[in-house]
């Protein structure tokens, strides 16, 4: 089913269960032996997948392999078609985790003899969509993902360990910083992912139906909300967090949180630290906002 969070594989010759569990642009894939243990030549799961409306599967990688696939940390990663996962459980991240329509997983055991060549099992396959929305037309709960210290971010953004071209060293710095990295404007969507772009989505519809706004955040010093709030006027009102920090903190005069001057802005102390940002969004426009209230929450996705 399109909507489902869960499936299952139907193969019932497979020697073992599958189960997909659907998350935030990504999924879970389980597995289960179906008797017993695996045999000993059994040496883990080639994972595949094909994209909604796609031609052909693509393997999931594997950073770890047999002894001589990868000599050193910058070598590529292995296929898991040749360098089998050797998990119960994994979860991927597909690139195009936006696309509509239903993302196909096929899972196949492999085995090795003793000269060391691989043979496939029988799979199991399942199909499920990474819907954007959690729950159609009513809910959307939306994540950042790739934080600068992943594996995965080093290598496709900064792969010298350098990030001042990206990102500012202080934070304080952020509506001033002017970026220099060549895949600066990619490397922010992958980080913000679905989070990132569901507030500016909200802000920019918020702005075209002149609707109000409500705003409770803690930190924000990203200029691409910043410039979108100061174009909503007397339509917002923000409440933000009145800590301090060395240096100045929110309450330094020049605070980027004080920029949409024509606002009513509220500063107050908030239970704890959290860096989130909560648009909530009404008007009673029939367009995009029929007379509901639309609401988003992020982690800041540039720390």
């Known amino acids: 089913m399109k909507n489902s969070y869960q499936v299952t594989g139907t193969n019932t010759k497979a020697p073992f269960t599958l189960k997909i569990h659907r998350g935030e642009g990504m999924l879970l894939l389980a597995m289960n032996w179906r008797k017993g243990k695996p045999p000993r030549d059994f040496v883990g799961f080639a994972m595949e997948y094909k994209e909604p409306k796609g031609d052909r599967f693509w393997p999931v990688p594997n950073r770890i392999g047999f002894p001589g696939q990868r000599k050193k940390p910058s070598d590529p990663m292995i296929p898991s078609t040749n360098a089998p996962i050797q998990k119960f459980r994994w979860v991927h991240f597909p690139?195009?985790?936006?696309?509509?329509?239903?993302?196909?997983?096929?899972?196949?055991?492999?085995?090795?003899?003793?000269?060391?060549?691989?043979?496939?099992?029988?799979?199991?396959?399942?199909?499920?969509?990474?819907?954007?929305?959690?729950?159609?037309?009513?809910?959307?709960?939306?994540?950042?993902?790739?934080?600068?210290?992943?594996?995965?971010?080093?290598?496709?953004?900064?792969?010298?360990?350098?990030?001042?071209?990206?990102?500012?060293?202080?934070?304080?710095?952020?509506?001033?910083?002017?970026?220099?990295?060549?895949?600066?404007?990619?490397?922010?969507?992958?980080?913000?992912?679905?989070?990132?772009?569901?507030?500016?989505?909200?802000?920019?519809?918020?702005?075209?139906?002149?609707?109000?706004?409500?705003?409770?955040?803690?930190?924000?010093?990203?200029?691409e909300i910043v410039t979108r709030l100061e174009r909503l006027g007397k339509r917002l009102k923000v409440i933000i967090d009145d800590s301090t920090a060395k240096g100045g903190g929110h309450k330094a005069k020049d605070s980027p949180e004080m920029l949409p001057r024509s606002a009513c802005v509220n500063q107050q102390a908030l239970a704890m630290l959290n860096a989130s940002t909560w648009p909530i969004c009404n008007t009673t426009s029939p367009s995009r906002f029929p007379a509901k209230a639309c609401t988003r929450l992020s982690t800041a996705p540039r720390t």
């Open 95 to 223: 690139w195009h985790a936006d696309k509509d329509g239903e993302f196909l997983y096929r899972v196949t055991p492999m085995f090795m003899d003793q000269s060391g060549t691989l043979s496939r099992g029988e799979p199991q396959e399942a199909s499920i969509a990474l819907m954007r929305e959690t729950i159609p037309g009513k809910l959307n709960v939306a994540f950042t993902r790739g934080y600068v210290s992943s594996q995965s971010f080093v290598e496709k953004f900064a792969p010298d360990r350098k990030l001042g071209t990206l990102i500012p060293d202080n934070a304080k710095d952020g509506l001033t910083f002017k970026p220099t990295h060549k895949k600066a404007e990619e490397a922010y969507a992958w980080m913000g992912f679905e989070a990132r772009a569901s507030i500016l989505e909200v802000l920019d519809e918020a702005i075209a139906a002149k609707a109000d706004v409500r705003l409770i955040a803690y930190d924000f010093n990203m200029p």
